[in-house]
Structures are given as C-alpha cells and as structure tokens.
Nanobody
C-alpha cells in the first residue's frame, strides 16, 4: 500500500501564510512528479502547483508569485508554501504523486486525503 499524508492546513486571515506538507510512504519504488491540487465547494478539482524530480515547477496563474512548491526527495516530502493568501484560496488541498509501486512495478497516480485551508476576509 502507498500512503500520502498531508498536514499544515488550517484557518488564516487574508494576507497570511500557511505551509502544507505531504509525506509519501509504504510500497514506493520511485516517485516522479508531485503536485498540489485544490477543490473548493461546488467547483472542480484544479492543479495548483507541480514539481518534477529535477525541480522543474509549474503553477496555476492564480497562485503565481504567491505560492512556492518544493520537494525533499530524501524525505519523500513535497511542500507548498502559501503566502499572501486570499479568501478565494479557500479549498481542500490534495497532494498528488506519480509513484511506481514497489511490488507492482507500474506507475500510478496516488492522492492524499486532503487538508482544509480556510482564508477569512
């Protein structure tokens, strides 16, 4: 089994900051791309930011200049530093990773359980 566990969500005032973390564990042979998605009530899940093994990043236009994605391959962890938060950033944030399962030796997309981020005005 493969687990992705997120942490760091919470309630913050507009203009504040939060840092999300996501740790992968279990039957992980290798991990390539990792990313953060979010889903607000009544909306579709959307990509927030992604990062390759080599550190190449990609951001949604709505978060460019405010959010920073990073990863520590040795710790099997991906982070999302969120600054200058806005009420429209309120959503459940999900960690995603492209992982080759240790036993199956096949790549697949795995998801965390989600962490709530609420930004008050």
């Amino acid at each position: 089994q493969v687990q992705l566990v997120e942490s760091g969500g919470g309630l913050v005032q507009a203009g504040g900051s939060l840092r999300l973390s996501c740790v992968t564990s279990g039957n992980v042979f290798s991990t390539s791309a990792m990313g953060w998605y979010r889903q607000a009530p009544g909306k579709q899940r959307e990509l927030v930011a992604a990062i390759t093994t080599g550190g190449v990043t990609n951001y949604a236009d709505s978060v460019k200049g405010r959010f920073t994605i990073s990863r520590d391959n040795a710790k099997n962890t991906v982070y999302l530093q969120m600054n200058s938060l806005k009420p429209e950033d309120t959503a459940v944030y999900y960690c995603n990773a492209r992982i080759v399962h240790r036993l199956l030796r096949a790549p697949g997309d795995y998801w965390g359980q989600g962490t709530q981020v609420t930004v008050s005005s």
